[in-house]
């Protein structure tokens, strides 16, 4: 049974490697859908809203992290 | 196949070739630290039996894909690809930075072996299946990861096959030079290809995300290679921006 449970750590750690980074990206993904559902936002805003959104969260992740390991 | 099918089948086709490249690296060490100690049939054994369950596992969740609707099956796949692209590319960001060690195959050849002695210095009855369960794993749980990438970069534009070629290309190309040098293959460019992998898949992530929110993308197609420049570019400038000294890593 000991490998099913590797194989499902295994799959949670690909999706979920920094949790703030996760959970980030689900917000960001639910804050477009939402615009995009109830105020029928331009395909370009929604769109940039999406790329620049996961770009400030890519970098959010790995400054946090040097400061973090900065100050240990 | 025409101009525009390829400007997604090339970047498709080479996101499951560099990943699975890395990640055939990663199972290949263990494997080849298992047939140093052990010998070369638990090691394949081992392998096998990785590959069989793989195989399984597809063969029995592959045809569930064609149940779901083309727009829920992209954005899911995006969001996933979004997850796991970001998260690849967050950690190769930081090794490029020098904020955490880079891999080191030979450390894990080195760690994987001296733990196959203490097995085998324990057991010495039924060795074979004891030795082949490291490079079961190692191939179960690597796989995983490239049956992922095949599926989340394939399934969204009916691109499986040649993806699960670039796929199939990257892993006999580790198995024919790890068979033919039988030494960790340490001196691949590992982080290099983990940012570049890191970059397509959440390019293809926004791309997918997108798509199965019903974006129609400026550019169609096309707009994939912005989306990669821009992931690169912003990996690139934050890596250099907060790069620290080599030593202040190893201390």
Excluded: Y
């Excluded at chain 1, 936002?41 to 790995?62: D, K, S």
């Excluded at chain 2, 898949?201 to 199965?212: A, H």
């Amino acid at each position: 049974m000991r490998i099913v449970g590797d194989v499902l750590s295994e799959l949670f750690g690909m999706f979920v490697a920094d949790a703030r980074l996760t959970l980030a990206v689900l917000c960001l993904v639910a804050v477009v859908a939402g615009l995009v559902g109830t105020i029928k936002l331009g395909p370009l805003l929604a769109g940039g809203i999406l790329l620049f959104g996961c770009l400030a969260i890519i970098v959010e992740a790995v400054a946090r992290e040097a400061r973090a390991r900065g100050q240990r | 196949m025409d101009t525009i099918a390829w400007s997604v089948a090339a970047p498709a086709i080479g996101s499951t070739f560099l990943a699975s490249l890395v990640e055939a690296v990663e199972a290949f060490t263990i494997v080849l630290a298992v047939a140093t100690l052990r010998g070369w049939r638990p090691a394949a054994f081992g392998a096998a039996a990785g590959l069989g369950a793989l195989a399984l596992l597809v063969i029995l969740l592959g045809p569930l894909l064609d149940q779901v609707p083309l727009h829920l099956l992209q954005f899911v796949i995006g969001v996933l690809l979004l997850l796991f692209g970001m998260g690849w590319l967050r950690k190769a960001i930081l090794r490029a930075a020098a904020i955490i060690p880079l891999h080191d195959e030979d450390a894990i050849f080195a760690s994987e072996t001296a733990q196959l002695a203490g097995v085998t210095d324990r057991r010495h009855k039924s060795l074979d299946w004891i030795a082949a369960m490291p490079a079961f794993k190692a191939v179960l749980l690597e796989g995983l990861e490239i049956v992922f990438i095949v599926i989340a970069v394939g399934a969204g534009r009916g691109l499986l096959w040649p993806a699960c070629g670039g796929a199939l290309a990257a892993c006999l190309m580790v198995l024919a030079i790890g068979v033919a040098i039988r030494q960790p293959l340490a001196k691949v460019p590992e982080n290099t290809l983990k940012f570049g992998v890191g970059v397509m898949l959440s390019s293809f992530g926004v791309f997918w995300t997108g798509e199965g929110l019903g974006i129609p993308w400026p550019g169609q197609d096309l707009a994939l290679a912005f989306f990669v420049l821009m992931f690169l570019a912003v990996g690139v400038a934050t890596a250099s921006v907060l790069r620290r000294p080599v030593v202040e890593v190893l201390r």
